[in-house]
T-cell receptor, first 109, second 114 residues
Framework: GNSVTQMEGPVTLSEEAFLTINCTYTATGYPSLFWYVQYPGEGLQLLLKATKADDKGSNKGFEATYRKETTSFHLEKGSVQVSDSAVYFCALDTDKLIFGTGTRLQVFP | EPEVTQTPSHQVTQMGQEVILRCVPISNHLYFYWYRQILGQKVEFLVSFYNNEISEKSEIFDDQFSVERPDGSNFTLKIRSTKLEDSAMYFC????????????FGPGTRLTVL
């Protein structure tokens, strides 16, 4: 069946460090892939998406590339800020969204 | 910018009581969803709704749950007899048309069952 696997958290970084959060998926067909972010006490916000293989989604300095050959959609950011501290969810879309378990990012000054 | 809204933001209820969670999707959207997130866990799909009927539901969505679009704007989730394990954040989402469209989420309703 369809599923998403994310790296375990928490990920703890200093400000301006490089961020990678791994996400791999199992799916039939070629679903759209998403990263959502959840700030403390808030709902889910779309961060970025990619709808087909080799697409790169980007927003607010975050990027992720839809890799069909490795079934991955890793999230990266070159220089994190304290304000990026949140939980990040990778998801695939087969009409319903299937989410990974979420990765908590903590950025310290 | 249009957004999905949900009410109430927090609902506290006694076990066995009925609750109705309300959502107003974005006005030109056609597909509607409910998800839930038990504290500290991942977001889980409950049900999808299109053209006034359920498109798909998960195994979580048993006979205690129902959804309705009572008018042109609201989309509701009813839990007939709440259990302790129903305590969670419930998110409504909507999307305009097909699979390449993004699902937009509301801020959620935190349901606490005592």
């Amino acid at each position: 069946g369809n599923s998403v696997t994310q790296m375990e958290g928490p990920v703890t970084l200093s400000e301006e460090a490089f961020l990678t959060i791994n996400c791999t998926y199992t799916a039939t067909g070629y679903p759209s892939l998403f990263w959502y972010v959840q700030y403390p006490g808030e709902g889910l916000q779309l961060l970025l998406k990619a709808t087909k293989a080799d697409d790169k989604g980007s927003n607010k300095g975050f990027e992720a590339t839809y890799r069909k050959e490795t079934t991955s959609f890793h999230l990266e950011k070159g220089s994190v800020q304290v304000s990026d501290s949140a939980v990040y969810f990778c998801a695939l879309d087969t009409d319903k969204l299937i989410f990974g378990t979420g990765t908590r990012l903590q950025v310290f000054p | 910018e249009p957004e999905v809204t949900q009410t109430p933001s927090h609902q506290v209820t006694q076990m066995g009581q009925e609750v109705i969670l309300r959502c107003v999707p974005i006005s030109n959207h056609l597909y509607f969803y409910w998800y839930r997130q038990i504290l500290g866990q991942k977001v889980e799909f409950l049900v999808s709704f299109y053209n006034n009927e359920i498109s798909e539901k998960s195994e979580i969505f048993d006979d205690q749950f129902s959804v309705e679009r009572p008018d042109g704007s609201n989309f509701t989730l009813k839990i007939r007899s709440t259990k302790l394990e129903d305590s969670a954040m419930y998110f409504c989402a909507s999307r305009e048309t097909g699979l390449t469209d993004t699902q937009y989420f509301g801020p959620g309703t935190r349901l606490t069952v005592l």
